[in-house]
């Protein structure tokens, strides 16, 4: 079966997405320029041949662009080869494809949900491996205490910052500085 490849442009720069068949094989965030963009494509899939965005492929490009776009729009459902990585890496990657936009999970509670609760380190490394960033939301999972953590991705954490923005998602324990506080009663006017 043969492999393609689609590069498009999105809020936050050139993204693609690698298919097989019917399914995603993988998926990439911007680099630094197209070139970088081609040059990391043709490393990690040196058989894939640029093709049209047809299809489901179509409307993955356009949830996508949505997506970052800062729309709520839930990716979860696209066809990955997820049985083509470790039962492990599997599990951590349907955890994160449950976590919807605006809403983040640790490190820690990955591991909890996958009933293993020392294996934080370990959901981490999946999370690094992840072949379809943006669809498979690694961005959402962030270390304990609200901190970042790592992002493979080009641009790295403020990459991963970035997204989470767009998200309109918490990276913190504190309030924001125009989130609603309680109302305190005050005194009737004399």
Same mark, same amino acid.
């Given at each position: 079966?043969?492999?393609?490849?689609?590069?498009?442009? @999105?809020?936050?720069?050139?993204?693609?997405?690698?298919?097989?068949?019917?399914?995603?094989?993988? %998926?990439?965030?911007?680099?630094?320029?197209?070139?970088?963009?081609?040059?990391?494509?043709?490393?990690?899939?040196?058989?894939?041949?640029?093709?049209?965005?047809?299809?489901?492929?179509?409307?993955?490009v356009?949830?996508?662009r949505?997506?970052?776009?800062?729309?709520?729009?839930?990716?979860?459902?696209?066809?990955? @080869?997820?049985?083509?990585?470790?039962?492990?890496? $599997?599990?951590?990657?349907?955890? %994160?494809?449950?976590?919807?936009?605006?809403?983040?999970?640790?490190?820690?509670?990955?591991?909890? $949900?996958?009933?293993?609760?020392?294996?934080? $380190?370990?959901v981490?490394? %999946?999370l690094?491996?992840?072949?379809?960033?943006?669809?498979?939301?690694?961005?959402?999972?962030?270390?304990?205490?609200?901190?970042? #953590?790592?992002?493979?991705?080009? #641009?790295?954490v403020?990459?991963?910052?970035?997204?989470?923005?767009?998200?309109?998602?918490?990276?913190?324990?504190e309030p924001?500085?125009?989130?609603?506080?309680?109302?305190?009663? $005050?005194?009737?006017?004399?």
């Amino acid at each position: 079966m043969s492999q393609h490849f689609h590069l498009f442009q @999105t809020a936050i720069g050139l993204c693609a997405l690698v298919w097989e068949g019917e399914r995603f094989i993988g %998926a990439q965030l911007p680099e630094a320029d197209e070139a970088a963009a081609r040059l990391r494509l043709a490393r990690r899939f040196p058989q894939a041949q640029e093709a049209a965005a047809e299809g489901f492929v179509g409307e993955a490009v356009a949830g996508i662009r949505a997506l970052l776009d800062g729309e709520k729009r839930d990716l979860s459902k696209l066809p990955l @080869t997820l049985d083509q990585v470790s039962p492990f890496h $599997r599990k951590v990657y349907e955890i %994160a494809l449950a976590i919807p936009p605006g809403e983040t999970l640790t490190y820690g509670e990955v591991a909890r $949900r996958l009933g293993e609760p020392g294996a934080a $380190r370990a959901v981490g490394v %999946a999370l690094g491996q992840n072949p379809w960033p943006i669809i498979v939301p690694c961005h959402r999972v962030l270390a304990a205490g609200g901190r970042t #953590g790592g992002f493979s991705a080009d #641009g790295g954490v403020s990459t991963k910052l970035r997204i989470l923005t767009i998200d309109k998602a918490r990276t913190d324990t504190e309030p924001g500085l125009f989130e609603a506080l309680p109302l305190v009663a $005050r005194p009737a006017a004399r």
